[in-house]
């Protein structure tokens, strides 16, 4: 497993050196030494709002004998948030079910809708981008129904983990042949326990959480705008609306780590359609990851304080 998340990992590293090597460097390291710092520190300080939106639309799928105070969700998002900044696909983000009371199984439902309705949103926000940036591009215009390719599969994927038996078949070799005898019965424990919550699972709490997600990405959005005018990008808030899902989507993507190089080629295609070269492009994503690893870092060092 660990051989795998070196191998994809480096799939990432790949794509952002090759950008690297085809862009002007100096005039890229110049984006980072004349950034506006004033909109740089407003950006990091939407990040605040953000965890506390997030922080409470997660508690509101968690049952009540399960469920911890406030502040301490939003010190489990955190460490949940730093786990998955070094962890293909965000997976370390699961780590915040072991600041819940109840039971692991249980606690990692909530965590498992909180993040599906996460990529739900950004998924249909998503597909209103691309056939709004690449409309009048006949060349990129394929790529929007790509998109929704990836869209069905992810719903499909939502439907066959909500199939106990199905997923029990899966997962049955994995079981027998690579999970340590001592674990066996905590791992069949938890997986039904998962399971029949999830069938108990409450769908006002869900939409609830859906239409709380909605706003913690706007939120978000207001973030990586201020984070455009620390580069100079100027950028309207309804073209960082445009652009923020799909590159968020892009990092998600498990050939690397934190997003590098997938995040930067998505946002070099993106951001041409607003006439922004490439350094600029490849700049500002990598703002979104020095933000993203401020927070990140913090989120570790809570993690590791509180063990």
């Known amino acids: 497993m660990k051989n795998y998340f ?19 460097l100096s005039l890229f390291i110049n984006y980072f030494k004349t950034i506006n710092l004033s909109y740089f520190i407003i950006s990091i300080l939407f990040v605040l709002p953000a965890i506390f939106v997030k922080s409470i ?21 955190v460490a949940g948030f730093g786990a998955g900044l070094i962890t293909p696909g965000k997976v370390g983000d ?32 998503g ?8 409309s009048n591009k006949n060349s990129l215009f394929n790529l929007s129904y790509l998109f929704i390719l990836f ?34 019965e905590s791992v069949g424990e938890n997986f039904n326990i998962f399971y029949r919550n999830f069938e108990k699972l409450e769908k006002r709490k869900i939409l609830g959480n859906f239409l709380l997600t909605i706003l913690a990405w706007f939120v978000i959005f207001l973030q990586y705008w201020f984070l455009s005018f620390a580069f100079g990008l100027n950028l309207s808030y309804f073209s960082t609306c445009l652009i923020t899902p799909i590159l968020l989507l892009a ?27 490439p350094e600029l492009a490849i700049a500002f994503s990598l703002g979104i990851l020095i933000e993203d690893y401020i927070l990140g870092g913090f989120g570790l060092a809570v993690w590791l304080t509180t063990k």
């Open 251 to 277: 990092q998600l993507i498990p050939i690397s780590i934190s997003g590098i190089g997938t995040r930067e080629a998505t946002s070099v295609l993106l951001l041409s359609s607003f006439g922004i070269s």
């Open 6 to 24: 070196r191998l994809f990992g480096l799939i990432g590293i790949i794509i952002f050196i090759y950008l690297l090597l085809n862009i002007n």
């Open 127 to 134: 597909i209103f981008s691309v056939f709004i940036l690449f």
């Open 57 to 77: 639309k997660w508690l509101l799928i968690v049952d009540k004998k399960d469920r911890i105070p406030l502040p301490k969700a939003i010190i489990a998002w």
């Open 94 to 125: 699961f780590l915040r079910a072991k600041f819940l009371n109840g039971k692991l199984g249980k606690s990692l439902l909530t965590v498992f809708v909180d993040r599906i309705n996460d990529i739900l949103v950004l998924f249909l926000l």
């Open 151 to 184: 869209f069905i599969l992810f719903l499909i994927l939502v439907l066959v983990l909500r199939n106990k038996k199905l997923i029990r078949k899966i997962a049955k070799p994995f079981y027998k042949y690579f999970i340590p005898e001592k674990f066996k």
